[in-house]
Each structure stands twice: as C-alpha cells, then as structure tokens.
C-alpha cells in the first residue's frame, strides 16, 4: 500500500484528481468506479475544473458507484443517482448511458445486483476505485462482517452507518435501511484501489487499516492484500501512524 501523505482536505482533493485525469488520458476506455459521500466532493469539482479547462475529457469513460439506498428512485435527492448527477456528471461531458449506478427501487433486487456484476464483467472491471473508509471500517457499504468473497449484494445497513449519512437526510428516521453495494471480492477486482481518507476522526480507522490484521470485522483492512492500493490521507487522518 502507497500512503501519500497531504496537508489537508484540498490537497487531498487536488492529488486524488490528477491521479483519475492521468488515467483517463493515458486509457482508451477508462472504467472508474466512484463513490458519494462528502469525502469525494472536492475531487469531483477538481475534475469538473479540469474538464471545464480542457484538461480531459470523459466521452469513453465508463463509470460504476459502489452502492445505492434500496427504496430510492434516482430522481429523489437523497439517491446516490441524484447525488452523483448534481456533484458531477451533468458538468462534464460523460455520456448519460456510460455512467451506471445499481437501481434502488428495482422491482427484483436480486436480479439487479446480478446485472450490475455483468455490466462490469463486460466492462473488463474497474481500472480505478474510489474508496472511502468508515469509521467502522466499512467499504461501500459492506458493514463489519461482510464475506471477503461477496459479489454485488443487498446489505442492512449498520446504524452507525445510518447516524453517519443522516445529516443528509431530514432525520435518521428517513435513512433507508437497505442498500445495493459492491461486494468486497468485486472491489478488490479493481486494478487499481485510490483510497480517500480525511479528518483526525478517521485517524484510528486508518491505524487499523496500515497495522491492524485483516478479518472480516474491518472490511477495509482486505485492502492490505491487493496490489495497487493508493491511501492518500491528510495529517489529521494519519496522526496515529
């Protein structure tokens, strides 16, 4: 694992874009796979800059998000599809039918999880995933627990997960307790893991992650074994290294 240690969030932010503009400059058909939350934010508006200044362009990319709340239809506010539109894609030039997100509101969810795994099959996976890391060390939304070896499933949600997403929401009451994630062995299929952590409450999760053994009741901590992980964490995030 590279940890590249920043200053701060910005930097953070910055380091992480170049590393996703180089790689879509560099492939012929880039295939990303993006996550929400606030972590990601700032590097999503570095690559709508960079976009905005002919720095790149996404009209072979393909994209893929970790997850979705089940019950959600992509045009509700709180979906990762509505998230993922506003943060991002309707401000660069990613075609609409290249950007995939599972379907929260599907009528078989089982169904859907299976097709979102032949979407990236047939995609020949992912050449960069970005990573978050929760406080309990949950990836996607793969909860302590998690089988190493799942594929794209459904997953009841912790509840420290559901306080943690709650400020998006009106009240926790209305955090769905279901969602669609990436399975963990689907992660790790990724040839290349970008890892984004910031803030000094991250800092034991990340002591945990670099030092801690890999068992299933810290899912991030599978990351130790795949080849090409890049951890870029501010001072804060790393204070306990």
Do not use: W
């Amino acid at each position: 694992m590279e940890i590249v240690k920043v200053r701060n969030y910005d930097e953070m932010s910055e380091k992480a874009c170049d590393l996703i503009v180089e790689k879509v400059n560099k492939l012929d058909n880039p295939v990303l796979g993006l996550a929400t939350g606030s972590t990601p934010e700032g590097m999503y508006q570095q690559m709508i800059d960079s976009y905005q200044k002919n720095k790149v362009s996404f009209t072979k990319t393909t994209t893929f998000n970790l997850d979705e709340y089940v019950g959600l239809a992509g045009n509700n506010p709180n979906s990762y599809r509505f998230y993922m539109n506003e943060k991002l894609f309707k401000h660069i030039d990613l075609p609409d039918n290249r950007a995939f997100l599972p379907t929260g509101d599907s009528d078989d969810l089982q169904k859907e999880c299976r097709d979102y795994e032949t979407l990236m099959y047939k995609a020949e996976y992912i050449d960069v995933q970005v990573l978050g890391l929760g406080l309990n060390g949950h990836i996607g939304f793969n909860e302590p627990g998690t089988a190493f070896d799942s594929r794209t499933h459904i997953v009841d949600l912790d509840e420290t997960t559901r306080k943690a997403n709650a400020r998006f929401f009106d009240s926790l009451n209305d955090v769905p307790e279901r969602a669609i994630t990436m399975g963990i062995e689907t992660i790790m299929e990724s040839k290349k893991i970008l890892l984004l952590v910031s803030g000094e409450k991250k800092a034991e999760a990340v002591y945990r992650l670099v030092y801690g053994e890999t068992s299933e009741e810290f899912p991030a901590s599978i990351l130790q074994k795949h080849e090409n992980v890049i951890l870029i964490a501010d001072e804060g995030a790393l204070s306990k290294l």
